[in-house]
């Protein structure tokens, strides 16, 4: 039996949805426990939460040093629960923060790290990853070999989260002994650009993005319309963020990030390899471009050759209309 | 104030790639450049050098001999010197390996900054930054999209998060990692170009940094690729040409949302 560790991540207490998603996927891929770790102020809270995805355990560490400064004390409560666990996988949401806890912690104990996976099998000991390489051209498979602990980062939206109808999981408070070195690093500010209510761009299921056909900053008041109707976030290519007309945090593509959504609906960009692949293994793609030879379109599962800016009006109020 | 700067040669992305029969990206089929993450964090260094007078700029990089040129390309922005560490036993190392390597790389240099890119365009793993730094046994700030070096070796970044961002503080010695929102990377110049082919470069094989062939490479990696298989192409779906209106190409959006299950 395989036991599986998943570090959860949370909003002051919420878990986000890639967490319920990797809980989810660990209950159902795996032969053994499923344990969460959950650090930083509220895990206490996100703990009673857990359960529900298929979660026996919580191991939880709510110290303030999680918070105050970057990465290494995160890294000490990690190689914790991984001692008190005993597990020898442990899922992650692979983004970039989570990534970098992982990967100094799989030096610290001797493991392994596969980023970015989109699906898992467990085949004996071993969790067997498939991830999307060359900008989603291919696919291929990979494990931790040998006698490593196995870290696996997930994509979210790669696993749907599922109520397990089990109970509550037991909670454990982590003891972590922090060495000096954990507190070098000290966070001295946070800033939160937006407060747009939109879900975040990197585990959103609808993306709406929009590029240089929007023409202007004030294209995404109209991208963001739609994605609103959607419920969904807003995203962009290199064109609009090197424009200025959008931050660079919603830069899809390989420079910027790379999504999954179950729609992705591309507004006025023209599919250069270097965005597709940010966006290319989304479930389903939508496309409004104004060029019928777009190469987007050759992704996409339904085009719409027009001008954005006299389709999407029509396309939201009727959006809305049904929504009632 | 010495500043390292690796740097990888990878496949050009605007190419297509193939796997070798070891499962490996082919580096031997494709154009191979400078990972363009890597031209923000020199760009980055070269800023630092140019503002103040005791800084040196070194690249390094770990790759097959003719990673020669992308370290050529690396000086022609006006670094100071190369190390490069080639040895047939490197090909295939994942993260783990790579950071290894670098680390020891690193064991007999002066260093007080390294940057690198946040990722590189064929691995994508994001993992090395964090990886070398932890070999190091230093702190790292990742994802910097702005980066304060004072003369007191202090150093302040701001890490890109999905809403905004985190400032950090720490002090040298130090990994930091960049974003593309970090700068404007300059082009080389041409007397840049020229300067670069008489810059100290350094090649180094494992043994010359204290590894033995079994730290590095597949041997050496804590990951295997078990397979790699092309996905077939997409088959485009319905193309509809809007009318001018907006309401053709709106109604069939909404009808194809609401056949999906979207709305
Ligand atoms: C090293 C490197 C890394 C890169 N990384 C990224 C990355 O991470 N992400 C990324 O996106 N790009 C990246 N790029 C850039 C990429 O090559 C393209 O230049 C970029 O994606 C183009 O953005 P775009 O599609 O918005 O603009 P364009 O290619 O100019 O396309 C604009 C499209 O809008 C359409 N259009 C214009 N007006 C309208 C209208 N009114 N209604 C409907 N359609 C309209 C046009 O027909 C056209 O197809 C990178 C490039 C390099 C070299
Ligand atoms: N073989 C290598 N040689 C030198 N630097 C590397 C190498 N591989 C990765 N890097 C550095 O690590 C960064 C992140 O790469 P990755 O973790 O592969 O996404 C790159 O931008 C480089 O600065």
Redesign the interface.
Known sequence: MTDILVLVEHDEGTPKKVSNQILTAAKTVGDGDVIAAIFGAGAAGAADKVGEFGASKALVWEASEATDY???PKVAALQAAIEASGATVVLYAAD??V??VV??T???VG??????AIDLELAGDRM?ATK???????????????D?VQFIGVKANSFQAESSGGGAAEVVTLDVTLPE?AT???????????SSGRP???EAA?IVSGGRGLGDADGFDLVGQLADA?GGAVGAS?AA?DAGWI???H?IG???K?VSP??YLANGISGA??HR?GMQTSQ?I?V?NKD?EAPI???????????L???????VE??NK??G | MRIICPVKRVPDTAAEKKVTDDLTVDRDSVEAILNANDEWSIEEAMRIKESRSDVEVIALCMGPESAQQTVRKALSYGLDGAIQITDPAVAGSDATATARVLAAALKDEDFDLIIMGNQSSDARSMLVPAMLAEYLDVPALTYAKRLAVGEDGSVEADRETSGGHETVQTTLPAVVSVVEAINEPRYPSFKGIMAAKKKPLETKDLAAIGLSADDAGHAGSATKVLEATPKPPKQAGDKVEDDGSGQVGAKALVDFLVAKKFI
Do not use: W
């Open positions: 970057a990465t290494e970039p923060f990534t970098d990967a100094r799989a030096i610290r493991g392994g790290v596969v980023a970015d067997v999307a390489i060359f900008g989603g051209d291919m696919n291929s498979k990979c494990q931790v070999e040998g490593r070195s070098r690093a000290k966070i001295t500010d946070v800033v939160q650009a937006e975040e761009m990197t609808i959607l290199r963020t931050a660079h945090n830069q390989q420079t910027g790379t179950q729609l390899i270097q692949a389903t939508a409004i019928a379109f050759s992704i996409a599962d339904i085009g719409i050759v027009g001008d800016y006299k389709v999407i009006p029509p396309l009727e959006i049904r929504k």
